[in-house]
Each structure stands twice: as structure tokens, then as C-alpha cells.
């Protein structure tokens, strides 16, 4: 696609409830990140993917955290049992591996609510 | 592991006037990328710049300049001739050329006044 995309772009959701939140990176973009920037603050690292495989998981919150990422492409990030800390914005970002001054491109973000 | 400090959460200036933003980082490597992103309330991140570390020389694109200090671990951005467009929150970021983490700083919010 053009730009990474998102989905949904807004969810809200009880507390307790399972959430899946969706990234398309750009074609060809075989490096994936994920980042949750709470109201007003930075960007917290949570996952990246090389491919489909996870180098790095330091950043997620929990084990209710989760994510995987299938034929180098799609990202799936799921949060168990949510709880209302993990109200935040969710953004997906993608970039290629070389060279490696490439930018990341980021998507809108999934805005999560829970109630 | 990699740090990234922005010590300013919030920075102002007068339309036409210059502002430097601060971003401070932490790394055993000799060898990564930096990188100055904009995000205005449309939520959309933009870059602004980017610095190669194996560079000596400063990065600029247009109205926007780093300083970038290795030996301090500093690179701060300074944007001549403000517009009120520039505000935005403003986002330093570490790439590692060894994991290819990226990590951001906590952000700058740069307000423009006329």
C-alpha cells in the first residue's frame, strides 16, 4: 500500500475483554515496530519484527501482550484481559533494513479505550 | 541498551525567531543513526532530519539544523525562522545499526506564538 495503515483506528472496549490491533506496513518494509504513546507522552517501545521473527519483546507491558507478524507482513498486536492503564494510542511504524538511515514511516495509530 | 534523553518537555517560540530543542543518548556503539521527527495533533509522525553517526558534518534541511556532539552523545535540533506550523511535539529517535531498535526520546512540545 501507500503508507502503513491501521485498524480499526478507534476501539473501545471493557475492561476484561480481548483487543487485536491490526498494522499493514509497506510493501517491502521488512522491519515492523510497535510503540504506545500514552495522553501527552512518548513513544513507549513495545515490539520489532525483522521479518516475522521478533528480535527484540523487552518493551511489552505484560504477558497479556502479544504480538506476531505472518508471511513479513501483516502485524497483529493483542492485548488480554485489558485493563484501563492500557488506554493509550498504538502505533505501528515500518522501515526498510537498508540503508540504514531509512526512515521509519508510522501509521495513524489505533486509538484504544477501555472502559 | 540505548537511551534517549529529551530533558525540555516544553519549549516556545516567537513566529520568525530560532529554537533549539534538546535530545541527549546513551550507547556503547560507534556506529547508529539519529533521527528528528515532528508529530502535530493530526497524530501523523513526520521526520524532519536524520544524522548518521559516521558523519561529521551536520545535518540540514532547510529551515531545520542539528548539532550533533559524539563525543558528548548530543544532537540537538534548531529550527531558524519559526512558523506557526512548526507546532508540533517533536521526537528524537535512536537507531542502532547492530539490532535496528529504534527508540524515542519522551518529547519536546514546541508552541509557536505570533
Known amino acids: 500500500g501507500a503508507g502503513v495503515s491501521q485498524s480499526p483506528s478507534n476501539k473501545v472496549t471493557e475492561k476484561g475483554k480481548d483487543v487485536e490491533l491490526r498494522c499493514d506496513p509497506i510493501?517491502?518494509?521488512?522491519?515492523l515496530y510497535w510503540y504506545r504513546q500514552s495522553l501527552g507522552q512518548g513513544l513507549e517501545f513495545l515490539i520489532y519484527?525483522?521479518?516475522?521473527?521478533?528480535?527484540?519483546k523487552s518493551g511489552l507491558p505484560s504477558d497479556r501482550f502479544s504480538a506476531e507478524r505472518t508471511g513479513g507482513s501483516v502485524s497483529t498486536l493483542t492485548i488480554q484481559r485489558t485493563q484501563q492503564e492500557d488506554s493509550a494510542v498504538y502505533l505501528c511504524?515500518?522501515?526498510?533494513?537498508?540503508?540504514?538511515?531509512?526512515?521509519?514511516?508510522f501509521g495513524q495509530g489505533t486509538r484504544l479505550t477501555v472502559v | 541498551a540505548q537511551t534517549v534523553t529529551q530533558s525540555q518537555p516544553e519549549m516556545s517560540v516567537q513566529e520568525a525567531e530560532t529554537v533549539t530543542l534538546s535530545c541527549t543518548y546513551d550507547?556503547?556503539?560507534?556506529?547508529?543513526?539519529l533521527f528528528w521527527y515532528k508529530q502535530p495533533p493530526s497524530r501523523q509522525m513526520i521526520l524532519v532530519i536524520r544524522?548518521?553517526?559516521?558523519?561529521?558534518q551536520n545535518a540540514t534541511e532547510n529551515r531545520f539544523s542539528v548539532n550533533f556532539q559524539k563525543a558528548a552523545k548530543s544532537f540537538s535540533l534548531k529550527i531558524s525562522d519559526s512558523q506557526l506550523g512548526d507546532a508540533a511535539m517533536y521526537f528524537c529517535?535512536?537507531?542502532?545499526?547492530?539490532?535496528?531498535?529504534?527508540?524515542f526520546g519522551t518529547g519536546t512540545r514546541l508552541q509557536v506564538f505570533p
Open positions: 511504524a515500518s522501515s526498510k533494513n537498508r540503508p540504514m538511515n531509512t526512515e521509519a514511516f
Open positions: 510493501s517491502g518494509h521488512t522491519a
Open positions: 519484527f525483522q521479518g516475522n521473527s521478533a528480535p527484540d
Open positions: 550507547t556503547s556503539e560507534s556506529d547508529y543513526y
Open positions: 544524522q548518521e553517526a559516521y558523519k561529521q
Open positions: 529517535a535512536y537507531r542502532s545499526r547492530d539490532t535496528d531498535k529504534l527508540i
